[in-house]
């Protein structure tokens, strides 16, 4: 897999992504389409079985290009680079193996975006988030007004995408954005060891899990539970759910086939 902008590896069944484009990781075209296929890869390697989704340097992403979003003149050209992105942030929010960000300095725009995209979002102290096209004239193109309200809710989203201001990880925590924070240091380390620990369960269970939230938010609370129901029926017949019942009566730990 050629990549330009973005590092790829895997140890212990987890892959880690990381976005190393110079000087502040912006998602010019290059960038998200070595994003692609490190999506594909993830999707298709069985052998993977979670992912952590970081920044190289001092930044997470800052944003999008904007030499690139500069050379847009029309409104095809405006729906045509929205349009792209939200495609490839849209399969990695429908993967059914989790991805976390660990989110280790400036997350903005399109990198907020990215990120929001993400199962769980694991933030350094140092960390601050933001949406602040605003201030370019412009708005959130990949996601970011219909994500962040879902997310936070619709004041505190309105709130940070009409002044284009930034908030701490703290606040990003206080207000649901992400899962955790800890030490600047730590945050790629902790969100491979929360990686680590999905990835020792079962891989069907994981991908029926991933598809009852993805699928079930999009739908009623009964078709929801339905839903759900199903997917639970489907478990009951595979060798995984044998094993780890068993691994429970027996009192050991269970060794998954992922089948």
Do not use: W
Request: aromatic share 4%; charged share 25%; proline share 3%.
């Amino acid at each position: 897999m050629e990549l330009q902008n973005v590092k790829f590896t895997v140890e212990d069944r987890v892959a880690l992504i990381v976005i190393d484009h110079p000087p502040a990781n912006a998602l010019d075209t290059p960038t998200m389409e070595d994003l692609d296929k490190c999506i594909d890869e993830v999707a298709n390697n069985d052998e993977i079985k979670a992912a952590v989704l970081t920044g190289a340097g001092m930044f997470f992403i800052a944003g999008a290009d904007i030499n690139e979003i500069n050379t847009l003149k029309t409104v095809q050209d405006g729906e045509d680079i929205c349009s792209k992105g939200q495609g490839i942030i849209n399969k990695l929010e429908k993967l059914r193996k989790p991805v976390i960000a660990a989110i280790n300095g400036m997350c903005l725009g399109g990198g907020n975006e990215l990120a929001m995209a993400c199962h769980l979002r694991i933030a350094s102290d140092r960390a601050r988030f933001g949406q602040p096209e605003i201030n370019l004239g412009i708005m959130p193109g990949f996601g970011g007004t219909q994500r962040l309200p879902r997310i936070v809710g619709r004041a505190k989203a309105a709130e940070m995408i009409l002044t284009g201001d930034m908030i701490t990880a703290q606040e990003a925590y206080r207000i649901g954005l992400v899962n955790k924070v800890v030490p600047g240091m730590e945050v790629v380390k902790q969100a491979q060891g929360i990686a680590k620990r999905i990835a020792a369960k079962g891989a069907v269970a994981i991908a029926r899990v991933m598809e009852a939230i993805e699928e079930g938010l999009k739908v009623s609370l009964e078709e929801g539970l339905k839903m759900e129901a199903h997917l639970f029926g489907l478990i009951c017949e595979t060798e995984d759910m044998r094993e780890g019942i068993g691994a429970f009566i027996q009192k050991r730990q269970p060794k998954f086939q992922d089948k």
